[in-house]
Antibody, heavy 116, light 110 residues
């Protein structure tokens, strides 16, 4: 069965960096577009980033452009989100999600808290 | 990349229907048939209910249906059940490899 397992969250000071991982199993990872979606505490969902099958196309929500980098290692079936220059408003649960124009499978999420 | 507009709340009695709207622009909802809907229970990951405006993944009850007219998409939950009490989110492809979510609607079963 399809499984997506995020890791790497935690408490980090403003301005520091963090790398999230999403381990995929149960499907051919290299055949799927992958996304990161986040949810601030008590708030709604926000699309963060997308990466195409072979990583030749990527895109980001404006608020993270230049600070976050999405990547993937198809040999390891793993999706990444490198987050630099973190700010308080980046505090959220970060979900990885499988899909092209929609998200058919989601991980359980990993909490990132940016606080001094 | 402005969020789609959803009503903050909606409610209905068991057995009734509730419809949630999701309003965007011609650059997102109105421009593409890539609207999807998600159900999220507290503390859980979202679950796909509807994709490509009106298609249901296998395993999703046919009580859930989607539609679109112009720049507004809608999710209808028919025959409301207690377990339908949840948060619901719409999302749309917005062109240029970007996506946008609605603010979410909390559905209460009275």
């Amino acid at each position: 069965q399809v499984q997506l397992v995020e890791s790497g969250g935690g408490v980090v000071q403003p301005g520091r960096s963090l790398r999230l991982s999403c381990a995929a199993s149960g499907f051919t990872f290299s055949s799927y577009v992958m996304h990161w979606v986040r949810q601030a505490p008590g708030k709604g969902l926000e699309w963060v980033a997308v990466i195409w099958y072979d990583a030749n196309k990527k895109n980001y929500v404006d608020s993270v452009k230049g600070r976050f980098t999405i990547s993937r290692d198809n040999s390891k079936n793993t999706l990444y989100l490198q987050m630099n220059s973190l700010r308080g408003d980046d505090t959220a649960i970060y979900y990885c999600a499988r899909g092209g124009f929609n998200y058919d499978y989601w991980g359980q999420g990993t909490l990132v808290t940016v606080s001094s | 990349q402005s969020a789609l507009t959803q009503p903050p709340s909606a409610s209905g009695s068991p057995g009734q229907s509730v419809t949630i709207s999701c309003t965007g622009t011609s650059s997102d909802v109105g421009g593409y048939n890539y609207v999807s809907w998600y159900q999220q229970h507290p503390g859980k990951a979202p679950k796909l209910l509807i994709y490509d405006v009106s298609k249901r993944p296998s395993g999703v009850p046919d009580r859930f249906s989607g539609s679109k007219s112009g720049n507004t998409a809608s999710l209808t939950v028919s025959g409301l059940q207690a377990e339908d009490e949840s948060d619901y989110y719409c999302t749309s492809y917005a062109g240029s490899n970007s996506w946008v979510f609605g603010g979410g609607t909390k559905v209460t079963v009275l």
